[in-house]
């Protein structure tokens, strides 16, 4: 079993739906990141977080530390927002803090 | 603006070949990071280097090796290039502390024949 799990692996919605995406981890961690990849192969940070709820325009993350499950919605989907949407969380070890990452979720967004 | 990037977007190598991929930041950030990408196996970690000439095994170092002999640039050295080693190849890189973002380049896509 992946310590980094995500759902669902694809998701295919019509413009202006609301989207989300969930993600649960089995180790302790002392962040969680979601990242954007889009085709051709670059990855962006959208969020990291350690508690609570973050928002940034029309995306926002969730996580539940107790329930070890994070969530990132899309409000107001947009073709442009089609990507893999990765989680990864940042495992306790001192140093160069390692990331450990789900498999990806490719969302599609149709107009 | 932050920047990583890596000397090639687009790699062709035959089996037994030796390949360098070069990975620069210019944020002056300790730690840098390769991994390889796989369909159905998302990202693995392959090498780390929390400083000039320090280097940490990831998950699957086998058949790799690193060199980190400038703060800004860390390379990822495929002695013998085999097939099972076609894959896209991301470079990372984040300041030190628990609260450091990592900043990826571009990507590699190698495909070695």
């Known amino acids: 079993k992946n310590e980094v799990e995500q759902s669902p692996q694809n998701l295919t919605a019509q413009e202006g739906e609301f989207i989300t995406i969930n993600c649960s981890y089995s180790?302790?961690?002392?962040?969680l990141h979601w990242l954007q990849q889009h085709p051709g192969g670059g990855i962006v940070s959208l969020f990291m977080l350690s508690s609570g709820k973050k928002k940034h325009g029309r995306l926002i993350a969730t996580i539940n530390i107790q329930e070890k499950h994070s969530s990132l919605h899309i409000t107001a989907s947009h073709p442009r927002d089609s990507a893999v949407y990765i989680c990864a969380v940042r495992s306790g070890i001192q140093g160069a803090q390692k990331l450990v990452f789900g498999q990806g979720t490719r969302l599609t967004i149709n107009p | 603006d932050v920047k990583v990037t890596q000397s090639s977007r687009y790699l062709v190598k035959r089996t037994g070949e030796k390949v360098f991929l070069e990975c620069v930041q210019d944020?002056?950030?300790?730690?840098m990071f390769w991994y390889r990408q796989d369909p159905g196996l998302g990202l693995r970690l392959i090498y780390f280097s929390y400083d000039v000439k320090m280097k940490e095994k990831g998950d699957i170092p086998e058949g790799y090796s690193v060199s980190r002999e400038k703060k800004e640039r860390f390379s990822l050295i495929l002695e013998s290039a085999s097939t099972n080693q076609t894959s896209m190849y991301l470079c990372a890189s984040s300041r030190q502390g628990r609260r450091g973002t990592q900043y990826f380049g571009p990507g590699t896509r190698l495909l070695v024949l």
């Open positions: 944020m002056d950030h300790e730690n």
């Open positions: 180790v302790g961690i002392s962040a």
